[in-house]
């Protein structure tokens, strides 16, 4: 079984909009229903210049931006787009006044629900401001109608900044000094009053050294910043939110403030109580992701005493099931247990799964998929950047053979989350964990965990160069890829020591490797722009893709059942003819076997696999059978081009039907590969009783009346586009062969009572109808199939080679990636150059051809044995005349006993022929007894064994003409002249005076 999947080729560049939602951590409704919409498309969006001021006169400076209305939130960003910016919920607004300023000012003041006031400057024109007021006062409405208001006292109480900010609150009597709670550890303890979420730390405590966290002092500067600036929902991030971020989070801190700068913290308000209804209507549901989910529990931070307790590992268990279950195409992948692991120290169960959530779709998309090609394409721009700022670096790694990727691509999977030592976990100190999951610049996704540059772009593209840079002198001493992973282990158990230990100065020795590493990022790679980076990922994009679908390619093929009579080659093609119909139609996602199939007897689950339907296969046919196919040469005086569409035909759902030996309703790749096997190397015997099979419904070995004339229709599908009419003919020969021995062998009356005295002496009346034919009577066996088939040349040779050589595996174009515009031509191109474009274009030249006459459509057949309008020499029927009067055309002549003496002509390798030419007759195969068959199969025997009497038969040479064929010929004289007499006294039909007229007008002169 096999998971074939296209999604690598449906990437899409983000359109502006898309990108805006983004760039604000904006959710959408997408992930929850399926569909890629807002959260609320009553209001209009827009957006608007503005100048942004604190509400309090010298906090802070006032920044230029753009205010923007994404219902139902308010955001703003300065115009460096890094500076200042704030997403606030709409629902958090108290209060909107218009203050009353100097002339030609329009300014706005909005109250929040922590007591922050926020003054807006809309600097754009009157009636654009006064738009912009109208949908803010309409969406405010819409929340307030909807309740969301209300809703938001509930929720900031499950927030820990509220009670760090409280003056009046008590929670940092009952914590230590690194976060853990106190009152945890004591028996009997009544529990904590208070409803704000947190994570394992609390009961566990946190990784690292307070003391050299500097936990106390953290707290008191984020204390004093969200008193001023506002927190959880409605933060404001000025730039010393930036700073507060490089000196570090602090532990009871940092879940809260991932959530927030992440923007899961509005998925968690948005949808209250969703991730307890997930589990409680998934309890008990069993799959392959929960079972790798299962594999993996205690490989995850196996060091942290949380997860040696059963509280922890179920909490890992029912977030990473959580997440499979929502997104069941994702599952669950490697890493991404290591991930949650260390998000479910600082966060609560509905905490890590949001932020799960918001990373693997969002921020890091393809980091967490099965083919990992996010990970792998930031992997090589990662190696090109190497490559060109550290060129000494990637010089000596290529001469000792050591590869980038064996360090670097876990750092990309677990965003720089490690084992320290035995005893502790290292998160690189928060701020190289996702807080910059929240940067300014969209398009690099965040794909880093360095919080310490939030605002700037591709962050993860400074910080790894610079690991590399402060490492170069050890890195030029390695000489294999174990002393590069030894040397980077290291280096990151000892971020947090002292940079300059041996340093006389103070200060400098305060300075940690993790500040140096800031540093070194900030000054020596700044270089390294958002612009660089997605040029890099669209440059190495298709390499990639094509480098992932190879291997898909290379896992499907050894994932067969069986080749069959197929070569890996020949798999391989029609891997490729499968692939391009799934990406022209895409199929369903990977569905899981029936349940009754979920268990086979070895107790193993099988894994899901990707079926395609109908449509699909539709497609991949036409890529394999030259017959599935409508192929036109048009010609139209400009251009020639050939236009291939897509065969319907009941033949080629019969196919469909035919190979779905699992009657699920769709087919695998191995269906495709064992029915493809089944007709692709027949020889002619095994071919005709493919076809006769193909058409047998219910299997019992005879084909009913209708049946034969579904295959009828059949032949005449694939042959359709032939040239001549040998095809046609060879048909209507068929059909009268099939039915008229078919009728032959119906029961009568007489044969239902074989002691009959007429059945003796062949003497009677005219012998009675048939019994009435239904439906479902078996009426052609594949033995009298056979005989008719082989009877015919055409058909012969139909069955023989062409029917197998219809089937053709030819390598596939390469599907064409989608090519990211670039500039101004880009565009211009990339809007001009569609598919639509280039019909309407075909369509207009066939126009003008069809105009000046000429236009001309030639139809290419899908056999093409014969290209001349000659139609080989028709056969006579296998029945003797009196057999023919079957009741296809009046009714069955009565049974004789008396059977004349046969002779077979002799036979080429496979065709049935007349010995017209008294050529001697070769030894014919032994034929069972007489006395081993029913009466009525010696009746039928007799007759055919009787051979048709032919005119040749009596035919004489032209000397022996006898006196009776010349009078005869005589006679014919006679009869002729009297037609002609005829002829010319009524052929005319005009009267005497039209004659008259007539012969006036041979005689008339022309005017003068």
């Not at 990637?394 to 005893?423: C, E, G, K, R, T």
């Not at 010609?635 to 569409?645: A, P, V």
């Not at 064929?965 to 052929?987: C, G, P």
Request: charged share 25%; proline share 5%; hydrophobic share 35%.
């Amino acid at each position: 079984m096999s998971t074939i999947s296209t999604a690598l080729r449906n990437f899409k560049e983000p359109t502006k909009e898309q990108l805006t939602q983004i760039f604000f951590s904006l959710p959408s409704v997408g992930s929850l229903d399926g569909t890629e919409k807002t959260l609320d498309q009553h209001v209009e969006k827009m957006d608007i210049n503005a100048v942004l001021s604190f509400g309090v006169q010298g906090v802070e400076d006032s920044y230029a931006g753009k205010l923007h209305i994404i219902a139902p939130y308010l955001a703003f960003t300065s115009l460096d787009k890094k500076s200042v910016r704030f997403t606030i919920p709409l629902s958090t607004i108290r209060r909107v006044e218009r203050l009353n300023a100097r002339a030609g000012i329009y300014a706005l003041s909005l109250s929040t629900w922590h007591g922050m006031k926020i003054i807006v400057q809309l600097t754009s024109l009157r009636p654009t401001a006064d738009q912009f007021c109208a949908l803010l006062r309409d969406a405010l409405k819409i929340e307030l109608q909807r309740g969301q208001m209300k809703l938001v006292k509930g929720f900031v109480k499950t927030c820990y900044s509220e009670a760090l900010v409280s003056e009046t609150s008590t929670v940092a009597d009952n914590e230590r000094e690194d976060g853990s709670l106190i009152s945890e550890e004591k028996e009997n303890a009544a529990p904590r009053e208070s409803t704000y979420h947190g994570g394992l730390g609390l009961r566990f405590k946190f990784p690292g050294d307070p003391k050299k966290l500097r936990e106390a002092s953290k707290i008191k500067l984020w204390a004093t910043y969200l008193r001023a600036h506002g927190r959880n929902l409605t933060l404001l991030r000025y730039p010393q939110c930036t700073r507060l971020v490089q000196v570090g989070l602090p532990n009871r801190l940092r879940g809260e403030m991932w959530e927030t700068l992440s923007g899961s913290m509005y998925l968690r308000f948005s949808n209250p109580g969703f991730y307890e209804d997930l589990l409680k209507k998934n309890e008990g549901r069993t799959s392959t992701s929960t079972e790798d989910i299962e594999k993996d529990l205690h490989r995850s931070l196996p060091e942290y005493a949380g997860y040696q307790s059963e509280e922890g590992i179920s909490a890992l268990r029912r977030v990473l099931q959580a997440y499979s279950f929502k997104n069941p195409e994702l599952g669950y992948c490697q890493a991404m247990n290591i991930l949650a692991a260390a998000i479910l120290i600082y966060m609560s169960e509905e905490q890590a799964f949001w932020l799960l959530e918001v990373l693997c779709d969002r921020l890091l998309p393809g980091y967490y998929a099965p083919s990992m090609h996010g990970t792998l394409l930031d992997q090589r721009v990662f190696e090109s950047l190497v490559q060109r700022c550290l060129p000494i670096i990637h010089d000596h790694f290529q001469v000792v053979d050591v590869q980038l990727s064996v360090a670097s691509l876990p750092w990309f999977l677990s965003l720089f989350v490690y084992q320290q030592y035995a005893n502790d976990i290292c998160i690189s100190d928060s701020r190289l964990l996702l807080l910059h999951g929240t940067q300014g610049v969209i398009p690099s996704r965040t794909r880093s965990v360095c919080s310490s540059i939030i605002y700037e772009p591709s962050p993860s593209f400074h910080s790894w160069p610079a690991i590399l840079k402060i490492n170069g002198e050890k890195l030029l001493q390695i000489q294999d890829d174990g002393g590069f992973l030894n040397l980077m282990r290291d280096y990151f158990a000892s971020l947090g020591d002292s940079a300059h230990p041996n340093s006389t100065d103070p200060r400098a020795r305060a300075i940690t490797r993790f500040q140096e590493l800031l540093l070194v990022s900030f000054r020596e790679f700044s270089v390294i722009t958002d612009d660089m980076i997605l040029s890099e990922r669209r440059r190495f994009r298709s390499e990639i893709i094509n480098s992932i679908e190879s291997f898909s390619k290379r896992s499907a093929i050894r994932n067969l059942k069986t080749l069959g009579r197929f070569t890996k080659e020949q798999a391989g093609l029609i891997y490729d003819a499968l692939y391009m119909a799934m990406c022209i139609l895409p199929p369903p996602g990977p569905v899981n076997p029936p349940p009754t199939l979920l268990t086979p007897h070895d107790g193993t689950e099988e894994k899901p696999e990707t079926r395609i339907e109908l449509s699909t296969f539709q497609y991949f046919l036409s890529e394999i059978a030259t017959w599935a196919r409508n192929e036109k040469i048009v010609m139209n005086g400009f251009q020639q081009r050939i236009d291939r569409e897509i065969a319907e035909h009941e033949f080629i759902d019969r196919l469909f039907f035919f190979w779905d030996t699992s009657c699920r309703g769709a087919l695998s790749f191995q269906d495709l590969v064992s029915g493809l096997d089944g007709v692709m190397f027949n020889d002619l015997m095994e071919n005709i009783e493919w076809f006769f099979n193909l058409h047998d419904k219910n299997k019992d070995g005879f084909l009913t009346k209708d049946e034969v004339l579904t295959l009828s229709e059949s032949f005449l599908f694939i042959f359709r586009y032939e040239v001549g009419d040998a095809y046609l003919g060879a048909v209507s020969r068929f059909m009268t062969n099939a039915f008229e021995y078919g009728d032959a062998l119906l029961p009568t009356a007489e044969d239902a009572d074989p002691n009959s005295e007429r059945a003796h002496d062949g003497q009677g009346p005219e012998p009675t109808s048939p019994h009435f034919i239904e439906s479902n009577q078996p009426y052609l066996n594949l033995a009298t199939f056979r005989m008719v088939v082989l009877a015919d040349e055409v058909l012969e040779s139909f069955f023989e080679t062409d029917l197998s050589g219809s089937f053709r595996l030819e390598p596939v174009p390469d599907a064409e990636l989608p090519v990211s515009p670039s500039g101004l031509l880009g565009d211009l191109w990339s809007t001009i150059a569609t598919d639509s474009n280039k019909k309407m274009f075909n369509m207009f030249t066939d126009e003008i051809g069809k105009t000046i006459g000429k236009h001309q459509v030639i139809n290419r057949p899908s056999i093409g044995r014969y290209t001349k309008l000659e139609e080989p020499k028709a056969r006579e029927s296998l029945l003797t005349p009196s057999m023919r009067k079957s009741s296809s055309k009046a009714s069955l002549t009565g049974s004789s006993t008396a059977a004349s003496t046969a002779t077979l002509a002799p036979s080429s390798s496979s065709t049935l022929t007349v010995d017209t030419k008294g050529q001697p007759a070769k030894d014919l195969p032994q034929l069972p007894s007489s006395e081993s068959l029913s009466p009525m199969v010696q009746a039928v025997n007799a007759r055919l064994m009787e051979r048709t009497p032919f005119a040749i038969d009596d035919a004489k040479d032209d000397e022996d003409e006898s006196d009776d064929e010349i009078d005869a010929n005589d006679n014919d004289d006679r009869v002729m002249d009297e037609v002609d007499a005829f002829l010319e006294a009524h052929d005319s039909g005009l009267t005497d005076a039209d004659k008259e007229v007539a012969n006036d007008l041979l005689h008339a002169e022309p005017l003068k």
